[in-house]
């Protein structure tokens, strides 16, 4: 089957959550020992979390970190603060276990899977998973990042990731990327796709200062008016001004929601992995957890573009999944709310009394 064919049966797979299960897990919550929606924002999430995985009493023990590594063309126009060898040499700091996400996903008790989809470097190790589409984008300031086919290829490489994991037992994924350059991609994308202008969407990454800053919103219009991707297609908007990591996890998103499984959603690079997971797949939406508002400038316009509703803003800017791991503490906290605690019958706690109701 073409790589196109099989994109599009995973896509067909994404049916939507369970409304009816979302249903009396709300009924459950509902009779709860405390007032009506006193848990707030952890009283919705349950209920999706019900909904996504179909589980009345969801309960997500086995969870992975699924961080994509890709290197990008453009960094040659100086729009990062860190050469692009940063790039391979942090996947060997993940593979070692010292990096930010490595401690937070050992502290959430989530695996961390690192991917080579992109790396423009010969990377070996053991617990590498190998799935090198191609050695990095092309400079998109000067023509496509990429082809087509190979932001599909790179797409499918996420689901195949998830898949397998899923068949491991994986419950909860986590989005993650590493890749110097990845956050002008990412605002070429969120440019492309939702109008946003270039000025409004790029941020400073890891850590341009304010020259470079504007380069980064020139090399970012150039990219937009060179390439001219379409708006209403989003692999070609991936292909021409995107990343094989932002594609990556493209597809780890579609094939967790095509699994009923939810996916936590990092930060800028992620978020605009699941605007382009939207476009190709609006049912997808429904398995997204946003866990966090990156300090990158344009991702709280883009979450609200998304409709995404952030649970964490703890001024974070640094990828990896790091941002996703710890809001895996709240999912869990969420679980444990809707297993554990007493209703207002099994405690002999009296209900409050309706409003305007007069007790005699
Ligand atoms: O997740 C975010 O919101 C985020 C915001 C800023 C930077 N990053 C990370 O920093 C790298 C990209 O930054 P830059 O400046 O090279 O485009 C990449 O490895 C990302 O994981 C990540
Ligand atoms: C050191 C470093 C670690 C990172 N992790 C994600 N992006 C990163 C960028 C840099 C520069």
């Known amino acids: 089957m073409r ?5 599009e049966q995973l896509i067909r797979r ?32 349950v209920i ?31 729009v990062s603060a860190f050469p692009a060898e940063v790039t391979p040499q942090m996947v060997l700091n993940f593979l070692a276990g010292g990096a930010a996400v490595n401690v937070l996903a050992r502290h959430a008790g989530a695996d961390v899977l690192c991917v080579d989809i992109g790396v423009n470097a010969d990377l070996e190790h053991p617990e590498l998973i190998s799935r090198k589409v191609r050695k990095g984008t092309a400079n998109m300031a000067k023509g496509p990042a990429m082809t087509r086919d190979e932001a599909i290829q790179a797409i499918l490489v996420g689901a195949e990731v ?20 990845n956050t002008t991609a990412s605002a ?22 304010d020259v470079g800053l504007q380069r980064k ?19 070609d908007v991936l292909s021409k001004v995107g990343g094989l990591e932002i594609a990556g996890l493209t597809g ?13 959603i990092d930060g800028f690079i992620s978020t605009a992995a699941a605007l382009i997971a939207r476009q190709l797949a609006p049912a997808s939406t429904a398995y997204m957890i946003a866990s966090h508002t990156s300090d990158e400038s344009g991702h709280a316009a883009l979450l609200r573009e998304m409709d995404l509703k952030p649970m964490l803003d703890l001024n974070m800017r640094l990828g990896e999944g790091t941002g996703g791991v710890l809001s895996l503490h709240l999912i869990d906290a969420a679980c444990r709310i809707l297993n554990e605690m007493a209703t207002f019958a099994s405690a ?6 309706s409003q305007g109701e007069v007790s005699s």
């Open 348 to 353: 002999g706690v009296s209900h409050g009394s």
């Open 162 to 181: 998830v898949t397998s994991e899923v068949d491991r037992g994986t419950q909860i994924f986590v989005t993650g990327e590493m890749g110097i350059g």
């Open 3 to 7: 790589n196109e064919q099989v994109l």
């Open 188 to 209: 070429a994308v969120m440019c492309a796709l939702t109008g946003i202008s270039p000025a409004s969407a790029v941020g400073r990454g890891t850590g341009i200062d």
């Open 252 to 264: 780890v998103i579609l094939a967790a929601s095509a699994n009923g499984c939810p996916v936590v």
């Open 217 to 235: 919103a020139t090399v970012v219009s150039q990219a937009l008016s060179l390439n001219a991707p379409h708006a209403e297609d989003a692999l």
């Open 14 to 45: 994404i049916t939507g959550p369970h409304e009816q299960v979302a249903a009396e897990a709300a009924a459950h919550v509902d009779i709860l020992t405390k007032p009506p929606g006193s848990l707030g924002k952890l009283e919705e999430l």
């Open 48 to 78: 999706r979390l019900a909904g996504i995985t179909g589980q009345s009493r969801p309960c997500l023990e086995r969870r992975a970190v699924i961080v994509m590594a890709a290197d990008h063309g453009v960094v040659a126009e100086g």
